[in-house]
């Protein structure tokens, strides 16, 4: 699979934003795809995911402020993030797990991985 991350950039605090995922290479229906953050000198971090029945789940860190979706129709999966805090800016990713889990959190399940888009939260 090969994912494309788009839609970072620079916002004021409280603003919102809107992160796309593009994917190719495999029936886009058939997996569950996740959204990861990194910042500086952090750890890659899950933000949330949209399993294969399009069902959504996310950190619980981040529930109320973060919703994801899929197209199945155009092989994309979006990130509307809200509220939009200084913390939470950092290189986004999107991820395909490298077996068929339904549901998964974990950085190590993740085996496909995009090039990252970079959100800056301004104060």
């Known amino acids: 699979v090969q994912l494309q991350a788009s839609g970072g950039g620079l916002v004021q605090a409280g603003g919102s934003l809107r992160l796309s995922c593009a994917a190719s290479g495999r029936a886009f229906r058939t997996y569950t795809m996740g959204w990861f953050r990194q910042a500086p000198g952090k750890e890659r971090e899950f933000v949330g995911g949209?399993?294969?029945?399009?069902?959504?789940y996310y950190a619980d860190s981040l529930k109320g402020r973060v919703t994801i979706s899929r197209n199945n129709a155009n092989n994309t999966m979006y990130l509307q993030m809200n509220s939009l805090k200084p913390e939470d800016t950092a290189v986004y990713y999107c991820?395909?797990?490298?077996?068929?889990?339904?549901?998964?959190?974990?950085?190590?399940?993740?085996?496909?991985w995009g090039q990252g888009t970079l959100v800056t939260v301004s104060s």
């Open positions: 949209a399993s294969w029945s399009g069902v959504s």
């Open positions: 991820a395909v797990p490298k077996r068929d889990y339904y549901s998964t959190s974990k950085v190590g399940d993740f085996g496909s």
